[in-house]
């Protein structure tokens, strides 16, 4: 569905991208990790046809982005929404900017509104809902017309766990009938939650790229033991058990608890996008 | 059912019906947002109007036609003031980041323009019908013998300022800026356009300043429409349409490139 390669961006001085290659295929989410000014947010800029690369190529079901202009959802990173605009009539506007007319209009509005939670707030401006609220509404702007392919830039943002949770339902939901979602967020665990494909990002290009379950293979867990008397003894291993069953036999001395911690998402991240070069 | 981003794109007859679907759908939404927000429409009616009746004596004594001068030159200077209207409609867009937002849309960046300044237009060439039906009505502003041709002039520079005040929001960096120079740029064109004391009246240096002035040829086609004569409003309609023309261009250039790292910033 969406295929880029090595895109290449400047921005004066800053170079934004370095050869970022990132494929996302149909019913597939790819969680895009990585520090700010890792090159997230361009990417997505650029897929979404708002900017243009300076070298690489990006296609979306084998067509540029300009080619496919409003067939993509987008849900930017910074909120867009008009303070005086009600819920509804933002929906309106960008289902009507679609093409969705009068039944399917009306039909797509009330489902989303199920779907995040915004049904009792359909006829409040924009300027007054509350942050996760806005959150739900801008979402709803990106999904409302059933895109295929989905560029979320931080959904979740500042936001509740009633807000995160919709997101994260309706991204799934999407998904499952078959849309390509890029995923770009800071909360790790909703990448474990979205079952998501992880890409990280750094110094503007692609570092790793996997299931949680492949980079995370040679990352060593932790095995953390309390004695009695308070000492603690933490080994760095990558077959936490085993060195478990080595260390209870090694030792005489009293143990009050034990601790086996295997590779976390956040080890993960860190291992790649902090300290590795790549 | 996902939107099939591979299906081939409509025929010529769906692709006209589609945009006026989606200029229909912006222009509707703008003029939403701005009758939740008519105060400054409201005051460059109600504060001309007072003015009017207030500095017809004035004027009457003063001036032969002090009717139509003062009709139509306060007419013109508060309609410069509704520069301001235009401009803050589209650097909200920048500071709401709604701009960017509908740049992702199916509509291209003359869909955009037109359906954002398409309800401002309308309050533009109300704001204008109005102030000159008062005229007539309340301050002895003779009926145009050829009423088409003041709607033609109205038409005309209400796209002039239109552009002008689209234009002037791609320049500035925030509301304040944009209001200090629609404001300061409001009076001193208007005035120096002989909005306020007709040209004549004007030392030389100042009438031949004036024709750099939109506000000047606005005044004269206008008072010309008003008075009947084709050819006296033509010229400076033309002129009016030239300003607004390349205004309009220049805006457009710039906001199709948007506000974005890549764009305006």
């Keep these: 569905m969406l295929v880029a390669t090595g895109l290449v961006k400047r921005y004066g001085e800053i170079q934004a991208l370095d050869g970022f290659t990132l494929s996302v295929a149909a019913g597939e989410i790819v969680g895009l990790l990585g520090h700010n000014g890792a090159g997230k947010t361009t990417f997505v800029e650029i897929v979404s046809h708002l900017i243009r690369q300076d070298g690489g190529t990006v296609t979306i079901d084998g067509k540029p982005p300009s080619a496919v202009r409003g067939q993509v959802g987008v849900a930017p990173q910074h909120l867009a929404l008009y303070p005086s605009a009600t819920v509804r009539e933002h929906l309106e506007l960008y289902g009507r900017l679609s093409g969705l007319r009068r039944a399917a209009l009306s039909s797509a509005i009330d489902d989303l509104a199920v779907m995040l939670r915004l049904t009792d707030l359909m006829d409040r401006r924009a300027g007054k809902l509350s942050g996760g609220q806005q959150r739900r509404t801008q979402a709803a702007t990106a999904l409302v017309h059933r895109p295929a392919l989905l560029l979320l830039d931080e959904p979740t943002a500042g936001a509740d766990l009633e807000t995160r949770q919709a997101m994260l339902d309706v991204v799934k939901q ?105 | 059912m996902l939107l099939d981003v591979s299906r081939p794109g409509p025929g010529r007859l769906g692709s006209l019906l589609g945009s006026a679907h989606r200029i229909g759908a912006l222009a509707r939404h703008n003029m939403t947002l701005r009758l939740r927000d008519p105060g400054q429409m409201i005051s460059y009616v109600a504060m001309p109007m007072v003015l009017m009746l207030v500095l017809k004596p004035l004027y009457v004594r003063a001036l032969d036609g002090g009717a139509t001068q003062v009709a139509t030159g306060l007419m013109v200077m508060f309609s410069v003031f509704a520069i301001s209207l235009a401009g803050n409609a589209i650097l909200s867009e920048r500071t709401w980041r709604t701009w960017d937002r509908l740049r992702v849309t199916r509509a291209p960046a003359a869909e955009l323009l037109v359906g954002k300044t398409l309800p401002l237009f309308v309050v533009m060439v109300a704001q204008q019908a109005i102030l000159l039906v008062y005229g007539c009505l309340a301050i002895g502003l003779p009926v145009p013998s050829m009423p088409h041709l003041v709607f033609l002039a109205i038409l005309i520079w209400a796209f002039a300022l239109l552009a002008i005040g689209a234009a002037l929001a791609t320049l500035v960096r925030s509301h304040g800026e944009l209001s200090v120079i629609s404001d300061v740029g409001a009076l001193t064109l208007s005035s120096l356009g002989g909005a306020l004391v007709p040209l004549s009246l004007m030392p030389e240096w100042a009438q031949l300043a004036a024709h750099a002035s939109p506000g000047y040829w606005a005044l004269v086609m206008m008072q010309s429409a008003v008075a009947g004569d084709v050819a006296g409003t033509l010229r400076p309609a033309g002129v009016v349409l030239a300003i607004g023309l390349l205004s309009g261009v220049f805006a457009a250039r710039r906001l199709a490139r948007g506000w974005g790292r890549g764009g305006l910033l």
């Design chain 1, 174 to 278: 999407r998904a499952g009938e078959g849309a390509a979602v890029v995923y770009t967020t800071h909360y790790l665990p909703e990448l474990t939650e979205l079952q998501a494909t992880i890409a990280v990002a750094r110094d503007g290009r692609v570092i790793a790229r996997g299931t949680y379950e492949e980079l995370a293979r040679d990352l060593p867990g932790e095995v953390r033991v309390t004695l009695e008397d308070e000492e603690e003894i933490r080994i760095s291993t990558s077959d936490p058990a085993a060195t478990l069953i080595d260390l209870l036999h090694r030792t005489d001395r009293p143990i009050s608890s034990v601790d086996v911690r295997n590779a976390s998402l956040d080890d993960l991240y860190r291992s790649l996008a902090v300290h590795d070069a790549p």
